[in-house]
């Protein structure tokens, strides 16, 4: 059987992958990117609603979550946002910030999967699909990849195959295993960027609130987030609580102020001065979704009487937990609806400046693959393209 040999092997036609895959074929490397799938950058189509959040303008090292919370910055540092919008709008690609520097494409996330596949075109980078990895052996002269598309051999070996978030994408633990079937260490890994889900007697009362969405402050393990959060049939979830999903671990409490621009106390105090006669659900339903007021009526015991007729003590019960309403959450939704995987190939192991194995030499980690986890709002794909960059450069 012939083999194939190749400067650059790169196994996962991902963001971070392609990235690495266009960076080194412009080095003149001759480079080739497997994929098991039958399409590339499937995980960057379903993203931000199918118009891919690719960046976001405020990225910075501290937005990312990590074993070792240094090992990102040289890589942001050296290929910034700034960079991937010069190159967006060198594509003639029309986007917009949502909220938080959040940016998307206004038309699709094919024009980011079009991007990255002209990138790869014009440095001859050749990327082959529906190509199973069967198995890597390190030589002397570099990496034998087998497939079940043939043999290949690689000096440098480039594992861009993502965490275990949306296995219906094919996710799967193999960057993992190789990592450990090199010796490289692999932090323990679990859902981020996740809805949480609750125990029966809160989601028995809360389920009927399923589609409403209020803005709050969530907090979890001295981490605070102020954004949208949306009831559902199983539980909690928004942009508020997939980023404290981030800081849980089963059995924390997740605080929530429901009302973050504005005082509980001073609204009741108002309303007992001013409309003394108003039912408690009247005086809350100037702020919520009626629906939400009756449920939070239910699952706290309160009484819906007139405000005059409540006592101090309920009125600041009322009002602390309108601030600091504390939930136990269950659990989350797991890896089938998670956007992102914490944990991964220790850090310790890779140089952050090339993302190398620092004890197999051509042997390189990027993306999601690797303990570096960004926010929600485009800061995973950052950390794609910079490592996916600071790889590329060398492999």
């Known amino acids: 059987m012939s083999v194939i040999k190749r400067d650059v092997i790169v196994i996962g036609a991902g963001a971070a992958g392609l990235f690495c895959a266009a960076q080194a074929g412009a080095r003149g490397r001759n480079v080739e990117v497997l994929d098991h799938a039958k399409k590339i950058g499937r995980k960057i189509l379903m993203s931000g609603g199918g118009r891919c959040n690719f960046t976001n303008m405020y990225a910075e090292p501290d937005n990312f979550l990590s074993n070792n919370p240094h090992f990102c910055k040289s890589a942001l540092s050296r290929y910034t946002q700034w960079d991937f919008i010069g190159l967006v709008a060198s594509y003639g690609i029309a986007y917009h910030e949502k909220t938080l520097g959040q940016l998307f494409c206004d038309d699709s996330a094919k024009d980011i999967v079009n991007l990255l596949e002209s990138e790869c075109a014009k440095a001859d980078v050749t990327i082959t699909t529906r190509c199973e990895i069967l198995s890597v052996e390190k030589v002397a002269s570099g990496f034998v990849v087998n497939t079940s598309l043939g043999m290949y051999e690689c000096k440098s070996l480039v594992i861009a195959t993502g965490g275990l978030s949306m296995p219906k994408l094919g996710a799967s633990p193999f960057g993992y295993q190789i990592a450990e079937k090199f010796g490289l260490p692999v932090l323990p890994t679990r859902a981020a960027l996740v809805p949480f889900t609750l125990h029966e007697k809160d989601k028995s009362v809360l389920a009927e609130l399923s589609g409403i969405a209020v803005d709050v402050a969530a907090s979890c393990n001295n981490t605070s987030f102020k954004e949208a959060m949306l009831f559902t049939h199983r539980g909690l979830s ?158």
């Open 238 to 395: 928004g942009p508020s609580m997939l980023q404290v999903s981030s800081y849980w671990t089963p059995g924390d409490e997740v605080e929530i102020n429901l009302m973050p621009t504005q005082s509980a106390s001073e609204l009741i105090e108002d309303a007992r001065t001013n409309n003394p006669d108003a039912q408690l659900a009247t005086c809350l339903g100037k702020v919520f979704p009626k629906r939400m007021v009756q449920s939070f009526i239910e699952l706290n015991g309160w009484r819906n009487v007139p405000v005059k007729q409540l006592s101090h003590a309920e009125c600041s019960e009322i009002a602390d937990t309108l601030q600091e309403w504390k939930i136990k959450p269950n659990g989350t939704e797991g890896y089938r609806t998670a956007e992102v995987t914490l944990g991964g190939v220790d850090t310790d192991a890779l140089s952050s400046k090339t993302m190398m194995a620092k004890d197999v030499d051509g042997l390189y980690f990027i993306g999601e693959v690797v303990d570096v986890t960004g926010w929600l709002g485009g800061f995973n794909f950052q950390w794609a393209w910079s490592s996916g960059w600071a790889a590329g450069q060398v492999a």
